[in-house]
C-alpha cells in the first residue's frame, strides 16, 4: 500500500470517528438528570473516539509530509483539513477542561463539516511554486490555521449562548438572525449532500473556455447551471447551463466555483426545509430545550477564553510571520492582496471583541453575536476570497 492510499484512508477514517463521536456527546446529553454516571461515561466515550480520529488525521498529515516533502498546507485541500484538525485539537483541549458534552454537539459536526469540504478541492500533491518553497510556509500557514482553529471554538460557544438565551417564544429579529445563522450552516451540510451524490453518479461536463487568449478546459462534477465566461459545453446529454458567469470572476474555473455555490445553496435550501417540516419549529427553538441544563456563565466564559487565546495566535500568523515572509517572497511587508486585506479585517475584528468586552462590558449575548460574526468573517476569508476573488494568493 502507497502513502497516498495510507494518508486518504487515515483522513476519511478520521472523519467517520468524528460523527460516529458526535453521536456519543449527543447521547451524553439526553441522559436524565439522575443518571450522571452514565452521562459522563457516554461524553467520556465521545472523547476518547475523538482523540482516536484526532490521531487517524494526524496520521494522514504525517504522511501527506513524508510524501510531498513540505508541510501539507500548501493548497486549500490540505488548508483547510489542517484547518479541521486544528478545530478538533482545540475542542479537546476545551472539553478536557469544561467536560461538557454540548460543546461535542455543536463543535464536532461543524469542524467535520470543514474538513468535508475541503474534498471540493483538488486532492492531488504537486511541487510548490517558486514562491512557496520556504520554511514559512510551516510557520505562517500553520500558526493562521491554529489560531482560527482556537477563534472556531468562541464561534461554538457563542452560538450555544445565543440558542439558549434568545427569547423563542414569538418571531423577533434576534432570532430570525440566528435562524439565518444556522441555515448558513445547513448550506456547508447541502454542499456536502450534492457533491457526494453527483461524485457517487460520476457527473461531468466538460467546457472550452478562452483565457488571455488560450483555449482551455474545465470540468464540472455537478450539472452546469453557471457557465464559464465565453466559453463553450463540449459534452453532450448534460445540463444546458441557465446563464454564465460574469465578468468580475476572473479564472477559467470561475463558473465552476459560482455552479458548486448556486448548487450548495439548493442542497442546503432543501436540507433546512426537509429539517423544518419535521421539527414543525425554528431549528433554534428545536434546539433551545437541550440546552437548559447548560450555564450560560460557563459559555460566555469559553468565548471570551477562546479569543484571548486565539487573537494572539493569529496575529503572528496572519500578520507577523505573513509580512516576513512576503518580504522574503516578494520584497514588501504589505501589498493590498484581497487575502492580505480580509487577514487584517479579521484582525481588527477580533482586536474590537477584545476591547468592547473589556472596556464597554460587552458580556454573554453581545459576545456571542461578536463570536458569530468573527467566525463568518473568517469564512468569508476560506471560501468567497479563495474561490472568487483573485490575487497573490490565487496559486492556492
Same mark, same amino acid.
Given at each position: 500500500m502507497d502513502l497516498f492510499s495510507v494518508s486518504s484512508g487515515a483522513l476519511l477514517i478520521a472523519f467517520l470517528l468524528y460523527l460516529v463521536a458526535t453521536f456519543f456527546f449527543g447521547g451524553a446529553i439526553r441522559q436524565n438528570k439522575n443518571e450522571r454516571h452514565q452521562k459522563t461515561k457516554s461524553g467520556s466515550i465521545g472523547l476518547v473516539i475523538t482523540v482516536i480520529g484526532f490521531i487517524s488525521q494526524l496520521v494522514y498529515f504525517i504522511t501527506r509530509w513524508i510524501m510531498t516533502g513540505h508541510a501539507p498546507v500548501s493548497n486549500l485541500f490540505e488548508f483547510t483539513t489542517f484547518l479541521g484538525m486544528s478545530m478538533i485539537l482545540a475542542f479537546i483541549i /476545551?472539553? /478536557? @477542561? @469544561?467536560? =461538557?458534552a454540548f460543546l461535542g454537539v455543536f463543535a464536532l459536526p461543524v469542524a467535520t463539516i470543514i474538513i468535508a469540504y475541503a474534498s471540493m478541492f483538488s486532492t492531488e500533491a504537486e511541487p510548490l511554486v517558486p514562491s512557496l518553497q520556504s520554511n514559512w510556509l510551516h510557520i505562517h500557514v500553520t500558526t493562521v490555521a491554529l489560531g482560527q482553529g482556537i477563534l472556531f471554538i468562541s464561534f461554538v460557544a457563542g452560538l450555544m449562548y445565543l440558542i439558549r438565551q434568545i427569547d423563542q417564544t414569538q418571531l423577533s429579529f434576534r432570532n430570525t438572525m440566528l435562524e439565518i445563522v444556522i441555515y448558513f450552516i445547513f448550506l456547508f451540510i447541502g454542499f456536502i449532500a450534492v457533491t457526494t451524490i453527483f461524485n457517487s453518479l460520476s457527473y461531468q461536463a466538460t467546457f472550452e473556455v478562452e483565457s488571455e487568449g488560450k483555449q482551455m478546459t474545465t470540468e464540472y462534477h455537478l450539472p452546469p447551471i453557471a457557465a464559464p465566461g465565453d466559453s463553450t459545453l463540449l459534452s453532450e446529454n448534460v445540463m444546458t447551463p441557465w446563464f454564465e458567469a460574469p465578468g468580475w470572476m476572473q479564472g477559467e474555473d470561475a463558473g465552476r466555483k459560482l455552479n458548486t455555490v448556486i448548487w450548495s445553496f439548493i442542497g442546503g435550501t432543501l436540507? @433546512?426545509?426537509i429539517a423544518f417540516l419535521i421539527s414543525r419549529k425554528r431549528?433554534?427553538?428545536? &434546539?433551545?430545550?437541550l440546552l437548559k441544563g447548560i450555564k450560560p456563565d460557563m459559555l460566555d466564559e469559553i468565548m471570551y477564553r477562546s479569543v484571548t487565546i486565539g487573537f494572539p495566535v493569529f496575529t503572528l500568523g496572519g500578520l507577523i510571520f505573513a509580512a516576513i515572509w512576503a518580504q522574503i517572497a516578494?520584497?514588501? $511587508? #504589505?501589498?493590498?492582496?484581497?487575502?492580505?486585506?480580509? !487577514? &487584517? /479585517? =479579521?484582525? $481588527? $475584528? @477580533? !482586536?474590537?471583541f477584545l476591547h468592547l468586552r473589556l472596556?464597554?462590558? #460587552?458580556?454573554?449575548?453581545?459576545?456571542?453575536w461578536l463570536a458569530v460574526v468573527g467566525f463568518a468573517i473568517i469564512m468569508f476569508n476560506l471560501i468567497v476570497v479563495n474561490l472568487i476573488l483573485a490575487g497573490l494568493h490565487s496559486y492556492a
Open positions: /476545551i472539553y /478536557i @477542561y @469544561y467536560k =461538557t436540507i @433546512y426545509g431549528i433554534g427553538k428545536r &434546539l433551545q430545550p516578494w520584497g514588501r $511587508f #504589505w501589498g493590498w492582496d484581497p487575502k492580505e486585506v480580509w !487577514a &487584517l /479585517i =479579521t484582525w $481588527f $475584528f @477580533y !482586536a474590537a472596556s464597554r462590558g #460587552w458580556h454573554g449575548e453581545k459576545s456571542g
